[in-house]
Every structure is written in C-alpha cells, then in structure tokens.
C-alpha cells in the first residue's frame, strides 16, 4: 500500500541516489550508526555493490554492509509528513536517520517507505543503512546457508545460492525522501469492467485517504488529456464510453487524477496512469481483450554490467527496444519482481508481463544434472516438511500484487520459479499461496507457477492450481544433449500428454534454451556453437506449431546473465540470445524472422 513516489502539485520528491559511504561489517565488528562510518570506500546508488571495486573480499561478500550519506531537508517541507522509499534494498534492510532505527524490511524486490519526521530536522542529516544478503532456507530466493569461524573464532557467513544467478546485492533501485500532506492519498486501487462489444467500461476506482477529508474528486483524462468521467466518492464507479483498449503492442493508457479536499483548500492530489484490458485464460487458449493471445518472447533478468541487479533505466529502455524489433510482445519477471519503473515502462509500451515472486530454489539442491535428478526424483522426499519460507511467501506474494495491481502490462502473477512440485506436500504448500493471490488481486489475473523439467505431465501435483500451464523444457539441451530429433520426439510427446491430461488449459514454455558462446561456430551442429542454437530453436518451433493449445514460447534467456560459479558456467549462464552487452547471436535473427511473422492474435485457432 504505497503509491510510486512522484512529485504533485502537493508532493516533492528528492532523490537521495548518488554516491553514498560504504563498508563491510567486519566478522564480529558491529558499527555503531549513532557515529559517522568511518570508511574511505564510496558506492554508487543505486546498483548492486558487488561489480563497483576490484575488491574481491567485497565482490564475493555474505553477511553485512553499510551504506550511509547525509541529505538535506528544505524547511519549507518540514511541516510535511516525510518518509524514505526504498524501491528495493536487497536482501534485508535496517534503516537509521541521524543514529535512530526508523524501520526494517526483509525481501530485496519490493519496495518500502518509513516515516521519519520524528527524528530530523531542516538542514544536513544522515541515513545509514544496515544491509544483509544472507539467503537461507526461511528467505526468498532460498539460499543455503552455513557458518565457519575465522581464526580470531568470529563466524563467517556462507551463502550458496539455490539458484542460477549471481547474488548481487546492494541499494538496488532508488533512495527518496518523499514530502506528501499529513492527509495523504494512501492507495489507489483501480479495476476496469470492460463490454468489448460495446467498447464500454466501468472503470471501479477504490480510493484510501490516511485520514478524513471534505471532499474527493476523480477525474478520468484521456491520453489528449480531456476528461472522459468523473466522481466525488472514494468508492466509485465509472462509466467510459467509446473506449480505447490497452493492447499489446498497442498501449493506451488513461489518467486517474484523483484531488482530496479539506476546508475548502486541495491537500493532496495523486494521478495513477491505467490501462483498460480484459484477460483471462480458458478452453485451452489465453484471451486478451477476448482474442487469443500468442506469447513471444522472454525470460530475462535484472542483470547488466557493472550495475548488476541494480536499476538500469538505459538498458530498460534498449531491452524492449530490442524485443519490438524481434517481433517479440512479452517477457517473465524471472525471478522476482522487476524495478517498477520497468512496469511502468511497459505498461507505456504495451509490453505483456508475467510478473515473478523472488521465490525460486525451492527445491532440494538445485543442480544442473537433469538427467540424473529426474532419475532420482525421490516422492519421499521431506522437502516440503521441512522447508520454512511459507512467511516470506505470503509476503512477497502481497507486496507483489499491492505494488503492481494496476498495470495493465501484467496479464499473469507467477507464484514461483520450478518448486518441487514433483513431491510430496507441495500441493498442501502452494494451496494457500494461490488462494492468496487470487484473493488480493483486484483484476482476477490468471495465476500459474512455472514448472521445472522433473515434473512431468502425470507427475506433478499442483497444476490443478493454475490458470495456464507454464513450463520449463530443455530437450535438447539437458537431456537429449546435441540430439535435436530425439528431442524434438520427446518433447512433443510430453505436450501432447499434458494437452491430454488438462484439455481446458492453456499451454506455454516459459524457459527453453541453449548455452551458446557468442562467435563459436560448428559445421557439425555442437552444442555452444551458434549454429545449434539456432537450430535448438528451429526443433522448438516445429514442436510448439503442432500442438492447438500451446499459446506462447518465452524463451531461456534474453541475454547471458552472471551467476554464481560452478563448473557448468562459464563467466555465468550463456543462454542469452543478445551476449551481455546485448550484441545479436545467430539465434537472435532467426527468431526475429520467425516472430515477426507470427501475429500477437488468433495465431493457433
Ligand atoms: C532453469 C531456471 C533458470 C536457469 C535455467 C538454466 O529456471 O533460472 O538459469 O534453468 O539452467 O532451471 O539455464
């Protein structure tokens, strides 16, 4: 419950990015916020800290840092309620202004805001921030978790990520200090009920005020900025007519422009763009805007150079500059909740969203052994007895939707990245989360979790939970390695059982790929070469053209992305189709030919 910081005719929002003074926390070393840190080591904000320095012992670091820099407070905003918005602190965050604890968040992709007016004043003050990116069994991602002792007998931290990609932490997205009224808009929940035929709307505006008021208004602007509706009640519905659909590709977006009045005098005013769009998943197909919808695209990160997991605004933009020009219309928040700034982009670009929880390792031992996991995939196994991120899950799972209920690029929420939902327990585990989901989300998304390789059709006991069937394949590449007809067969006969089995659901992959090495090349189709994953994806494609109910191919991954080290990694995960720095492998002009081709609508039926 908390709106994306803007400045208003009654908000100014001060950005506190820039460079800030940064340490480790020493083994058995607690800093004392109450006194400046004392440190000679800058970082930038926002980013991760990991790729800043040529320092090792900071670039591998598990346990504590410290981020700390001082920032101005106009008088004139002093009478105001002010707060720091967070938009991630990756993983868990103890904030203090000028030596006070102020607040705590644990979960490193959704953001925060915590009051500070008690403890500054106008003029210089100081923020420090008490990082931690340790990952256990109780967190989201999971990690695993161990400790030694150093030889002074203080314990060192050791996190080996349960997942493929490099645990980058730090102030990830940006620091502000917002300024609204002490009568605030709170939260603005906005859920459009669309007649396609009539090309009507009633457009329900649901508006929370953190205390009372005398009047409201809403006024709903067009994209030429004319008034299109109006109310004064906080709980109100709209009747629009003639109207523009959000489209993929195609966006238009609306204005909710919402004034809280008191004594006669404008306290708080907010505007939330939206977009109005139907989507829903049933007889097999994924409708948007009542047409069946084809999914082209993505898998990506939030991973580039140097930034790491931090926010990177040009690359966003160059990102889905690149999938327009694919023919692409889609991507997955793989593998947790993106910058909202990204939401907001795409929900400007027309860009379609399925929108990721961080909760991903929820398996025993992840393990890139396919083949020998899927042998001894163990139904006995206490997996999901034991584990304890059912809190976490809850919680990510409402911070997710109370962040990004309204954007109309997010046509699916994504419970969770290949659970291990091949055993026993996970669906007394999952169960709750859908119910969750389902409850908080005001438009009624289609909920799914993405399905990892060893739960295959027969095999997996949560896909009554889900809307659309959204799997991770990887034939051809961690079974049937190097040999594209064998698992071209497999492949299809594995989507043909699932087809059969669930005829109502739609079907689509939401990772498939091969490592490839930007610039080598094989006359004899050799994995890591370009010329296999190219045809790695023509295999695919001949696949997936077969079969009525698959709706939509994202594949694994948008570009090569930095993950933890491990013999099957080479400078990280090589799947991309852009190389990190988003040059083009041979893969890249296939597809585009191939998706540009291919229409976003009625494609299959
Ligand atoms: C899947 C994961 C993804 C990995 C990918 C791979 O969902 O995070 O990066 O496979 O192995 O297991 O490349």
Redesign the pocket.
């Known amino acids: 419950m908390m709106l994306f910081p803007t400045s208003t005719a009654t908000r100014t929002v001060t950005s506190l990015n820039g460079i800030w003074n940064f340490d480790l926390q020493q083994p058995g070393r607690e800093n004392n916020p109450q006194t400046k840190l004392s440190t000679d080591k800058v970082m930038a904000v926002p980013a991760s800290f990991n790729d800043q320095t040529v320092d090792e012992d900071i670039r591998e670091h598990s346990g504590y840092v410290w981020y700390e820099r001082e920032f101005e407070i106009p008088a004139i905003l002093t009478d105001q309620r002010l707060t720091l918005h967070f938009g991630s602190a990756t993983h868990e965050a103890w904030v203090y202004v000028n030596g006070d604890l102020i607040g705590h968040h644990k979960g490193g992709f959704t953001p925060f805001d915590l009051p500070i007016n008690d403890v500054v004043e106008a003029g210089t003050n100081r923020v420090s921030v008490k990082l931690s990116n340790l990952l256990d069994q109780t967190t989201l991602p999971v990690g695993n978790y161990s400790e030694t002792k150093d030889e002074n007998g203080n314990i060192v931290h050791h996190v080996d990520e349960n ?3 490099f645990n980058y932490a730090g102030l990830h997205r940006n620091v502000e200090l917002v300024a609204t009224p002490w009568t605030y808009i709170n939260d603005i929940i906005i859920n459009p009920d669309v007649n396609l035929d009539e090309e009507i709307a009633d457009v329900n505006i649901a508006v929370s005020v953190s205390d009372d008021y005398d009047e409201i208004k809403i006024k709903i602007k067009d994209e030429d900025g004319q008034t299109v509706g109006e109310a004064s009640d906080a709980d109100s519905v709209i009747s629009l007519s003639n109207v523009h659909l959000w489209q993929p590709l195609g966006a238009y977006l609306y204005d909710a422009e919402i004034t809280i009045i008191k004594d006669g005098n404008t306290v708080d005013t907010y505007t939330e763009p939206f977009g109005i769009r139907t989507v829903e998943a049933k007889d097999g197909q994924f409708l948007i805007n009542g047409k069946p919808f084809y999914f082209k695209g993505f ?1 990506k990160h939030e991973d580039t150079y140097v930034n790491g997991k931090g926010i990177n605004e040009a690359y966003n933009v160059l990102d889905l500059n690149l999938l327009k020009q694919m023919g692409a219309n889609s991507f997955r928040t ?2 947790y909740p993106y910058s909202e700034e990204m939401m907001r982009l795409c929900d400007r670009e027309g860009i379609v969203v399925i929108d990721e929880t961080p909760a ?1 390792g929820l398996m025993p031992a ?1 393990n ?1 052994d ?1 083949s020998g996991a899927m042998a001894s995939a163990d139904k006995k196994n206490p997996f999901w007895h034991d584990i304890d991120t059912q809190e976490a899950h809850k919680q990510v799972i409402e911070e997710m939707i109370s962040r990004d209920k309204n954007h109309a690029c997010v046509v699916i929420w994504s419970i969770a ?2 659970p291990a939902t091949f055993l026993d327990g996970s669906y007394e585990y999952f169960a709750p989360m859908f119910e969750l989901a389902r409850k908080l989300d005001p438009q009624k998304r289609p909920c799914t979790f ?1 399905n ?2 060893l739960s295959t059709a027969g095999k997996d006991r949560c896909t009554d939970l889900v809307d659309i069937l959204a799997l ?1 394949r ?1 034939y051809g ?2 079974i049937n390695t190097g040999d594209l007809k064998t698992a071209a067969k497999d492949q299809e006969a594995e989507l043909r059982a699932w087809q059969e089995l669930y005829p109502d659901k739609p079907i689509m992959f939401t ?1 498939f ?1 091969a ?1 490839t090495v930007a610039g080598m090349h094989s006359a004899y189709n050799e994995p890591f070469s370009e010329e296999y994953q190219v045809n790695y994806y023509k295999m695919n494609a001949e696949v997936f053209d077969k079969i009525d109910n698959f709706v939509g191919e994202q594949l ?2 948008f570009a090569d ?1 930095q ?1 933890k080290f491990g013999i ?1 990694r080479v400078q990280g ?1 090589k ?1 991309g189709i852009f190389t990190r720095s988003r040059e083009p492998k041979a893969a890249a002009i296939w597809l585009s030919q191939r998706w540009n081709s291919i229409p976003n609508f009625n494609y299959k039926k």
């Open positions: 997942f493929d990609f898998g793989s593998h991903v992840f890139f396919i990245n290949e993405v990892i390789m991770n990887y590449w961690y990772e790929g490592d694994w991954n992305f993950t099957q995960n799947k």
